[in-house]
């Protein structure tokens, strides 16, 4: 199975997200970092460098 990785902060809507992962019982780790996770490591994941990947 593929780890899920959420990348959470906290005015966005990973809220949604976080309850839906939990509400289908699925595992997943959450980054939620705050401010460190914009740039660098979540251009990794989008160009844009934004959040609201997972």
Known sequence: MTQITLYE???????????TLLEANLKFTSASDGPSLVGSEARQHSTLGSIGKF
Not at 11 to 18: F, I, L, V
């Open 9 to 19: 902060y906290a005015p966005s809507r990973s809220a949604r997200c976080h309850w």
